[in-house]
C-alpha cells in the first residue's frame, strides 16, 4: 500500500479509474487488466479486502480517521470515482464506437490484452508444473466462459443483485470481462440503460450486490496473492490470453435478438478470418488500420506499465 501520495499522484490515480471504467463498459475488456498494467492491482485487492468487519471494529473504537486510513479510503475514493465518471460520459464514446466501428475497437483492444498477456508473465519469477498448470487453467476457464451463449431473462430485483456480485467478481479479474458476464446473465442492456437514465432503484440493487461479491470476492483474492503469487499471476495471464476469443475483431453474427427499443442486436458471433469477414459481408475488413490500432493498443500497455513504475502510484 502507498504512503504518501501527492496531488499529481492521485490525478494520476483518478485518471487510471477513468480508464479501467472505459474497459468495464466494454464486453470483453476487464478493468481488472488496466488496474494490473498499471501497477496497482495488488493494493486495490488488499484495500478491498480491508472493508469488512474489522474496519467496522476500528470505526466504532478508534473513529472515522484510523477506520479510513486502514480501509486505505482516499485510495479506494480517488479510484472509485475516476471509475464513476468514466461510466458515465468517455463510455458513451466507447458503445459508440462499438456500434458504429467495432472491428477497430477490437482490433484496439486485442492488441492491449494480448500485450497485457506479456505484461503480467513477466512478473512470474519462475514458469514450473504448477505456474504452466495454473496458466492453462486460466486460458480454457476464460476461452470457456467467452464461448457461451448469451441469455434472455426477467431483470427481477433478486436478479440484479445477483448479477451485481457475479459481475463485479469479473470485473477485478484481470481477462474476465464483467461487461461480457452481464451481457451473458441477459442483463448488459438493463444495467446500461439503467445508468443512462440514472434508474436510482435498479442502480441500488446492483450497486449492492457489486459490495457484497466485491467483499467476499477479495478476500480470496489477496489470500491467492499472499500464498500463491506465482501461480496466481500465471492463472491471470491465463485469463488474459483466453479472453483474446472474445475481442477477435472479425465476427460474423449468425443470431440476432430485439432489444427493448426494438432493435436488432448480435447475440451469437463466431470468430472468422478478415478474408472471410470480407465475403460473408461484403464489408472491407479495414486490415491496415485493424492492424494499426492492435500495434497502437500494445504500445500503450507498454507506456502505461513504464509510467505505472515510474510514477509508483
Known amino acids: 500500500m502507498q ?3 501527492s496531488l499529481r499522484d492521485y490525478i494520476a490515480l483518478s485518471g487510471k479509474g477513468m480508464m479501467m471504467g472505459a474497459a468495464d463498459a466494454v464486453p470483453g475488456v476487464s478493468g481488472g487488466t488496466i488496474a494490473f498494467m498499471t501497477g496497482i492491482y495488488e493494493e486495490l485487492i488488499y484495500s478491498l479486502k480491508q472493508c469488512g468487519p474489522s474496519a467496522l471494529i476500528m ?19 480517488t479510484l472509485i470515482s475516476g471509475i464513476l465518471f468514466s461510466l458515465l460520459t468517455i463510455s458513451h464514446v466507447v458503445l459508440y464506437w462499438l456500434a458504429e466501428y467495432p472491428e477497430l475497437l477490437w482490433s484496439f483492444f486485442f492488441g492491449l490484452i494480448l500485450a497485457s ?51 463485479i467478481c469479473a470485473m477485478i479479474l484481470p481477462g474476465i470481462s464483467g461487461s461480457f458476464i452481464l451481457l451473458l446473465l441477459g442483463m448488459y442492456t438493463p444495467i446500461l440503460m439503467a445508468i443512462k437514465n440514472i434508474e436510482l432503484f435498479t442502480l441500488g440493487l446492483f450497486a449492492t450486490g457489486c459490495v457484497v461479491g466485491l467483499l467476499s470476492f477479495s478476500r480470496v483474492l489477496s489470500w491467492m496473492f499472499s500464498s500463491f503469487r506465482t501461480a496466481t499471476l500465471a492463472l491471470l495471464g491465463g485469463f488474459m490470453l483466453g479472453s483474446l476469443n472474445k475481442v477477435w475483431p472479425w465476427k460474423y453474427t449468425t443470431a440476432y435478438t430485439i432489444n427493448r427499443h426494438g432493435q436488432e442486436v448480435p447475440l451469437v458471433q463466431e470468430n472468422i478470418s478478415p478474408f472471410t469477414f470480407e465475403s460473408l459481408t461484403g464489408e472491407p475488413a479495414l486490415l491496415v488500420y485493424a492492424f494499426g490500432l492492435m500495434l497502437l493498443g500494445a504500445l500503450m500497455v507498454v507506456a502505461i506499465e513504464k509510467m505505472g513504475r515510474k510514477s509508483g502510484v
Open 3 to 5: 504512503e504518501g501520495r
Open 59 to 77: 470505526l466504532f473504537k478508534e473513529g472515522p480517521v484510523a477506520a479510513w486510513k486502514h480501509v486505505n479510503g482516499t485510495f479506494l475514493l
Open 117 to 167: 498477456v506479456w505484461s503480467v508473465c513477466r512478473h512470474v519469477e519462475h514458469w514450473d508444473r504448477n505456474t504452466y498448470t495454473s496458466f492453462i487453467i486460466g486460458v480454457i476457464t476464460a476461452y470457456f466462459i467467452t464461448s457461451m451463449s448469451p441469455t434472455s431473462v426477467e431483470a427481477t430485483p433478486l436478479f440484479i443483485f445477483l448479477s451485481g456480485m457475479v459481475a
